[in-house]
T-cell receptor
Framework: GAVVSQHPSWVICKSGTSVKIECRSL??????MFWYRQFPKQSLMLMAT?????????EQGVEKDKFLINHASLTLSTLTVTSAHPEDSSFYIC?????????????FGPGTRLTVT | GQNIDQPTEMTATEGAIVQINCTYQ??????LFWYQQHAGEAPTFLSY??LDGLEEKGRFSSFLSRSKGYSYLLLKELQMKDSASYLC??????????WGAGTKLIIKP
């Protein structure tokens, strides 16, 4: 149980275009989903926290107009990287909390590797 | 500020035992997690400690001392597949996960 999927697993796009990444909880309802970014040889950096039906809370330094997050249902959150630039190339990972559990474990998706050329 | 410290890199031999330490200073404490992350993959859950003491799960054990702000992950009977980064993360008073930078564990034959 507690499986989280991400799509796509990798994507290459041209500078200036937008890319949408989907995060789905497959066998549980996720009240909260998290989006992380990880650069090579660095730890996870939390970008934003999203709760179903409400606006995402962004971490300091993360541009909310550039990284659009939509958490429209209890099983789906999307991250759209708008006007992508080469410096946005990174490994993007989502995670989700199971609303039925009470110790706040986060279940991680497999990640999406974004390369902007 | 909030801070989690763990060694950057450790090397151990196949079949041996290794202990990865983690110290933390956070605003509040609601538990400590250990995750394993292989290169290019997402983290996978290893353990969760919220009370002092040792939690054993197969070859992996995790220890917590809240008074000392200290935890360790103990890996026994090391296998080559244990080569990975090990991330320590603390759930703070806002139930946000605060992540350490990770410890890269290299296993040699």
């Amino acid at each position: 149980g507690a499986v989280v999927s991400q799509h796509p697993s990798w994507v290459i796009c041209k500078s200036g275009t937008s890319v949408k990444i989907e995060c789905r909880s497959l066998d549980f309802q996720a009240t909260t989903m998290f989006w992380y970014r990880q650069f090579p040889k660095q730890s996870l950096m939390l970008m934003a926290t999203s709760n179903e039906g409400s606006k995402a809370t962004y971490e300091q330094g993360v541009e909310k107009d550039k990284f659009l997050i939509n958490h429209a249902s209890l099983t789906l959150s999307t991250l759209t990287v708008t006007s992508a630039h080469p410096e946005d190339s990174s490994f993007y990972i989502c995670s989700a909390r199971d609303r039925e559990r009470d110790y706040y474990e986060q279940y991680f998706g497999p990640g999406t590797r974004l390369t902007v050329t | 500020g909030q801070n989690i410290d763990q060694p950057t890199e450790m090397t151990a031999t196949e079949g041996a035992i290794v202990q990865i330490n983690c110290t933390y200073q956070t605003s509040g404490f609601n538990g400590l997690f250990w995750y394993q992350q292989h290169a290019g993959e997402a983290p996978t859950f290893l353990s969760y400690n919220v009370l002092d003491g040792l939690e054993e799960k197969g070859r992996f054990s995790s220890f917590l001392s809240r008074s000392k702000g200290y935890s360790y992950l103990l890996l026994k009977e090391l296998q080559m597949k244990d080569s990975a980064s090990y991330l320590c993360a603390v759930l703070d008073s806002n139930y946000q996960l605060i992540w350490g930078a990770g410890t890269k564990l290299i296993i040699k034959p």
